[in-house]
């Protein structure tokens, strides 16, 4: 299938106009991301981050810094990114941040309901999954991918690597 005809059937016809879906699709994400820098303060949302209406702004963004990195982004969507100050991807220290604000969130959902371990389910009340967080943590932890000083900060606080019951 030729190149112009892959175009054609990725775009639709509403009320005699032609609209590239994808246009649209940029279009929304970068809506959000928008609002959740105007609610935030930086463009940049977390890991499996939604929308209180569901949509999934995180994988959005993943999907940009992947068309970025592999030279299929448009420069003009490079540039409105730019100008939010979107960050393509992240140093060490960023990292090593934002590691620490998930763990400030086990903190606090710890002294809020006397366990630092949260249902799988979680959100917090801004919508950051942090029983997401916490089972990829146990996942690095089975794979042995988490630093000592991780696993002994988790421990500390009585997290606990398995929320199965013993058999």
Known sequence: MTTQKQSLRRQIKKNGLI??????????????????????????????????????????QKTQRRSYKKGMLAQDRIKRLDDIGFKWGFTKVQLK??????????LKYKHENDTPNAPCKY??????????????????????????????????IGFKWSLRAPK
Request: aromatic residues 16%.
């Open 19 to 60: 609209i590239n879906v994808h246009n649209k699709a940029f279009e929304r994400g970068f809506q959000y991301t928008l609002e959740y820098q105007k609610h935030f303060g930086k463009p940049n949302a977390p890991k499996g981050y939604r929308t209180p209406d569901g949509y999934s702004l995180a994988e959005w």
């Open 123 to 156: 959100k917090t009340p801004d919508g950051y999954g942090l029983g997401a967080w916490q089972s990829r943590q146990r996942e690095y932890y089975v794979r042995n991918e988490l630093s000592q000083d991780k696993i002994k900060k988790l421990e500390r």
């Open 97 to 106: 941040e934002q590691w620490d604000s998930r763990y400030a969130l086990t």
